[in-house]
């Protein structure tokens, strides 16, 4: 079991920033790939970034590449989502995931088997 605990949400500005980070309880963390994803109200739940291993692999969707960083500390069980430029369609609840890794890197929610509880991003124009 990996209980995932996911902070520093808030309100900001358009181009503003934040970081994220998510705790997890494991001390295999290093063991797992893990991901960001986010839901809108009234949307379905979206990949955002993924990480494993290292670090040296990582996946982004479309619409965040150049702007939202993912990376891991190991040492701290902890991985971070760095957002920079942010948009109000950025604007979701944004939940922390850990899964096995597999090459290609999961994007789908099914292949995570743990989740946090997730952390409100919302951004105005």
């Known amino acids: 079991q990996v209980q995932l605990v996911e902070s520093g949400g808030g309100l900001v500005q358009a181009g503003g920033s934040l970081r994220l980070s998510c705790a997890a309880s494991?001390?295999?963390?290093?063991?797992?790939?893990m991901g960001w994803f986010r839901q809108a109200p009234g949307k379905e739940r979206e990949f955002v970034a993924a990480?494993?291993?290292?670090?040296?692999?990582?996946k982004y969707v479309d619409s965040v590449k150049g702007r939202f960083t993912i990376s891991r500390d190991n040492a701290k069980n902890t991985v971070y989502l760095q957002m920079n430029s942010l948009k109000p369609e950025d604007t979701a609840v944004y939940y922390c995931?850990?899964?096995?890794?597999?090459?290609?890197?999961?994007?789908?929610?099914?292949?995570?088997?743990?989740w946090g509880q997730g952390t409100q991003v919302t951004v105005s124009s």
């Open positions: 995931a850990a899964g096995a890794p597999r090459i290609p890197i999961p994007t789908t929610g099914a292949l995570y088997d743990y």
């Open positions: 494991r001390r295999t963390f290093s063991n797992y790939a």
């Open positions: 990480i494993i291993w290292s670090g040296g692999n990582t």
